[in-house]
């Protein structure tokens, strides 16, 4: 009698699965790839940074996720991560100040902050790092060496860089999940992700904006593909039910996703190696710039536990966040 009622149990909970599954909009470039990201930029550094990295390249992988939570759980942070630059009109490359007080004085605080602050936010970063070196702590060398990381991976993200960045109409909605999560967990164990070793960066901040607009110009290339896909994509072959976790989820199919990424010409490959080369590039020119310290006393340094309790109290405070912050609908 037990095990039956187990049994129906069971199938209760796969039918609820099922019913109520989450869509592949939910999935959180993801948290595959921003992981990724971070660990094959630490093998493109020089050999005096890559003893340090490679000692904390767990934390500097697992951290690289940070700033995804925190856009959903903290005021502030979510314009962080993109810059809607279409919103700018034609030629917005062209019409938008790098400098941030010349931004500012053209289109408003109020309106970059709506639409975007990422390229300016990865030069705050730069420049916390670049302290970080100088004062020769382990702590903060190595979380915002994480994090600095990420916001490079988001500048890589072409739909990190349009007010379009999950669908132009209904019928594209998910678009986003598909490009930087689905793909890169599929298919990413036959990427190649060095692109030589680390670089100096003269400008940070103008290397930002050329990431972004790099990254931009592929935008229409994705939704091309996705229409076409979508068109001629037999319909009932398009999406299945995985299990993730304790509940099934309804994504893209492998076939839908193999047909995107072959007709992108492997688009998702080449992102991610640039954003992993170019995190390696400004760890490189944050310690250059700090005056190159010596590291090898560090190398073998544990995080201290101070800074694993701060960790652990925020992510406490993120989870419990009860109003999810997010960014505004697009026009």
């Not at 948290?31 to 930029?41: D, E, G, K, L, S």
């Not at 502030?76 to 007080?101: S, V």
């Not at 001629?232 to 994504?251: C, I, K, S, T």
């Not at 944050?286 to 694993?308: E, F, H, Y």
Request: hydrophobic content about 40%; some cysteine.
């Amino acid at each position: 009698m037990k095990r039956l009622f187990c049994l129906i149990n069971f199938r209760y909970l796969m039918v609820v699965g099922v019913l109520l599954f989450v869509s592949s909009t939910a999935l959180p470039f993801g948290f595959f790839a921003h992981r990724t990201i971070n660990r094959m930029a630490v093998f493109g550094l020089p050999p005096e940074m890559i003893g340090l990295y490679k000692h904390h390249i767990e934390f500097i992988s697992e951290r690289s996720i940070d700033p995804d939570k925190r856009a959903h759980a903290v005021p502030g942070e979510a314009q962080r991560h993109y810059i809607d630059i279409d919103h700018f009109g034609p030629e917005p490359f062209e019409k938008m100040p790098r400098l941030w007080n010349d931004a500012v004085e053209k289109f408003s605080e109020d309106t970059l902050q709506k639409y975007g602050v990422l390229p300016w936010h990865i030069d705050v970063m730069m420049r916390r790092l670049q302290r970080a070196f100088v004062e020769q702590d382990i702590d903060r060398i190595v979380l915002l060496s994480s994090h600095l990381g990420h916001y490079i991976a988001d500048a890589c993200t072409p739909l990190h860089t349009t007010k379009h960045y999950n669908g132009r109409t209904p019928e594209e909605r998910g678009i986003h999940a598909l490009w930087e999560s689905r793909l890169p967990e599929l298919f990413s164990s036959s990427y190649s992700f060095f692109g030589g070793r680390a670089e100096y960066v003269s400008n940070p901040l103008e290397r930002a904006w050329e990431l972004i607009e790099i990254s931009h110009l592929k935008v229409d290339t994705i939704y091309i593909v996705y229409d076409s896909l979508m068109i001629h994509f037999p319909a009932d072959l398009r999406y299945a039910h995985e299990m993730r976790g304790q509940a099934f989820n309804r994504v893209f199919s492998r076939d839908f996703s193999s047909a995107f990424h072959d007709a992108m010409d492997h688009m998702v490959e080449r992102q991610m190696r640039m954003a992993a080369k170019a995190t390696a590039d400004f760890w490189f020119t944050a310690w250059v710039n700090a005056g190159q310290p010596d590291l090898q006393p560090m190398q073998r340094k544990s995080i201290s536990q101070k800074m694993m309790r701060l960790l652990r109290n925020e992510e406490e405070k993120w989870n419990k966040s009860k109003e999810p912050t997010s960014r505004y609908e697009p026009e």
